[in-house]
């Protein structure tokens, strides 16, 4: 399934890491999923097909061991991900935290 591959591509992303990172990653992963189903309940094809060119250029980066590229795509999908549920969840609002963690990201 789409959700299966999905956890593996993000699990892969960060299989290298060491343990206490990578675990807490996948707690963050795991408490971030009912965000991102929300992302995704009413998606159309053309933003699959954004998701997975984003995914695909990360792939890429990765291949090339491209580190820095790699991250700046990956920071770009989370924010982008990140503003889509806040405009299902609270259109037009400010979200002061979400603000905060990304203005952190870049």
């Known amino acids: 399934t789409w959700e299966s591959a999905h956890q593996a591509f993000h699990r892969r992303l960060v299989s290298a890491a060491p343990t206490p990172l990578r675990e807490e990653i996948e707690t963050l992963m795991a408490r971030a999923d009912r965000y991102r189903r929300i992302a995704v309940r009413d998606d159309t094809a053309q933003g699959r097909a954004l998701g997975d060119a984003e995914h695909e250029a990360i792939i890429e980066a990765c291949e090339a061991s491209d580190a820095p590229g790699a991250a700046a795509l990956l920071r770009a999908q989370l924010v982008r991900s990140a503003r889509t549920v806040q405009a299902l969840v ?5 979200l002061p935290a979400l603000e905060a963690a990304l203005a952190e990201l870049g």
């Open 90 to 94: 609270v259109p037009g609002s400010e």
